[in-house]
Every structure is written in structure tokens, then in C-alpha cells.
């Protein structure tokens, strides 16, 4: 097994989900679990924490607390060439701090963690205790049928809020980000040597969730988070539970639900999603989570076929399958297309 630190998650404000382990002896390997309670994580085994959840890892001998923001998916790792330990990272958002030892000095170094996306391999040094950063990871979606995006299947930018950040990208090239800067995380951008893309709006400050203690308190996020609270219970598997939550009469939570089903690539649950459910929202998130899924892996066009075939008929199939693997800008002036697959 790999070596790491112990590390545990727990959500904030509900549940958080994690890859199935052995003992659920009828579910596919692939399948997830509901969870609400504090529990250890293995290295290895993927955790996401599910719109509108907010979970929290504690590595206590590393001094490092993760915050997972909603609509996240991470694996933890262990030792490896960058760090004792870290993330891979599928989707979303992070945000890495020192949890304070009682007498570290102020000037005391901070965590230094492994972040992973697709087959690379970066060091985060949180460079003083009072250090935090956010890291954002955003999918690109095909623009044409087969697309294989490869290492630009991702675009991403990294925040420090406070102290100093370096980034190194294992291939001997180190950036520092002070307080209030950014960088792009995207492939393209950093082999350019363009790591503050001129063509990027620059954000004016570190967006609110990489600020320690950020929550969204709104009515909305309260109001989504007790409503989605209600419909799930633990250890429930996510490809029984959520595709039932998909048919919910109430728009937002079948959209909760669907998101979930994305987060967790289970595009089975997806496709059936886009043939059973006809609330707007949620036929957005499962076309979303497709399309996002798609480019991840060389086989996932035949996964997608085959799923197609047998929820529609041999011509509706045929349609979708064009339309989830998506159009230049020059088809999307045709509005046909779009219309039907969002219909």
C-alpha cells in the first residue's frame, strides 16, 4: 500500500461521497457510497464532496487542513517524487491551509503538498504558516467527435490568498505567487511561459471560497443544502440512490442529484437522465457531466455509444452521440442542434 500520512474527511454541512471499498460486495467497483460521518482516508481512493456540501481532510501530522468546495472530486496520494503526500485532482475547487501547531512561530514553513492532474505532477509549498491558497481545476469539453483532448483536457488557475505559494511543475521550472496574485494551472498557458495570460480577465481579487472560513451563507445555499440533507441517508450506493433523487419533482434537487451522478462519472445514470428526466436544470448537468467525462479516457466514446444504444432507438442514439460530443462555435449557430439535445 502507499505510504501517506493519516488523513481524514468530514463534511461541513451534510454528506460527502466516497469510492466504494470491498465490503459492499454487490456494488461495481465503480460505484460510490453516501457518507456523513468523520471517516479515514485510504490513498487511492477517490472522495467528492457533492453541490451544495462543503467536506473538510485533516492531515494532523502534516499540519494541513484541505477544504473540498461544492462540486468537487479528489483522490488522496501518497509519497511520491513531489511530497509525502497530496491530491489528485478530477474537478473543482480546494483550498489548502496550515492547521496551526499550538507554538509554531509565525515564520514556521507550511505544508508542502502533491497535486496531480492527468499524468502531471506539481509541488505546493505553502511557504509560511499563515499560507493559504486556492486551487480551481475546470474540464474542457470536446468540440468534435473523438476529440482527445490529452494534457489540455483541463483548465485551471491557482490563488494565494495569503503568505507566499511556490508552485513547481516537475519539470524544473518554480513560480512563486505572492498574497492576492494568481496563476494559470492550464498546460498550454504554462508551456507558453504565459502563466498571467494577458488574454485572461484577470480577477480583481482571490475570489471569496479561497478566504479561510468562507461560507455561503445565502438563503439559497442554505435552503439547498437542508433540502438535499433530507433525501439522502449513509451508505447508500450513488447509482441507487441519486438516480431516484433525478425524477424529484423540485427542479434544484433533481439538479443536485444529477450533479452528483456527473461528479462521480456515472454516465450510465447520466444517459438515462437525459431520456427519463425533463426538468431543464438537470438535462444541462447530465450533458455537462458527459461531455466532461468523455474526453477523460480513449475508451469512454464506446462506453458512451453503447449506453446510447440501449436507452434510445438506433436514430436517436446516432443523434445524441453526435451532439454530446459537440460542435465548433461554426455548428452553434445551429440552433436545431442544440435545441434537441437539450430537449
Known sequence: AEQAPAAQIESEDGFFLASVDKK???????????RSKVSPIQPGSPVASPEPFTARINIPEAFCKVVLLPGTEVTYIGKNKAADMGF????????????????????????????????????????TRDSVCGIEINPVQPTSPGELLGPNNYSGILYAYSGMIRFSDGKGKVHTVDAGQWMSLSAKDRAAGAVQPSDRQKPLRVPHWVEPDFKD????????????????????????????????????????????????????????????????????????GIRNWLPRDPDNGTLLKEALQKQFSPEMAEIMERLLWGFQASDAQDRFISGRLVE
Open 24 to 34: 459492499h460486495e454487490f456494488a461495481d467497483k465503480n460505484d460510490w457510497v453516501v
Open 88 to 127: 489528485q485532482i478530477q474537478e473543482g475547487r480546494i483550498r489548502i491551509e496550515a492547521s496551526r501547531g499550538l507554538n509554531d512561530a509565525k515564520d514556521a514553513a507550511g505544508p508542502t503538498l502533491a497535486i496531480k492532474v492527468n499524468d502531471e505532477l506539481w509541488r505546493i509549498e505553502l511557504v
Open 217 to 288: 451563507n445565502s438563503y439559497l445555499s442554505r435552503r439547498l443544502i437542508a433540502a438535499f440533507n433530507k433525501e439522502l441517508n449513509d451508505d447508500q450506493l450513488v447509482s441507487l440512490t441519486m438516480p431516484a433523487i433525478t425524477k424529484d419533482l423540485k427542479p434544484n434537487i433533481s439538479d443536485l442529484a444529477t450533479k452528483s451522478l456527473a461528479l462521480t462519472n456515472r454516465y450510465q445514470e447520466l444517459v438515462k437522465v437525459l431520456d427519463e428526466v425533463d426538468h431543464h436544470e438537470s438535462r444541462i448537468a447530465a450533458i455537462n
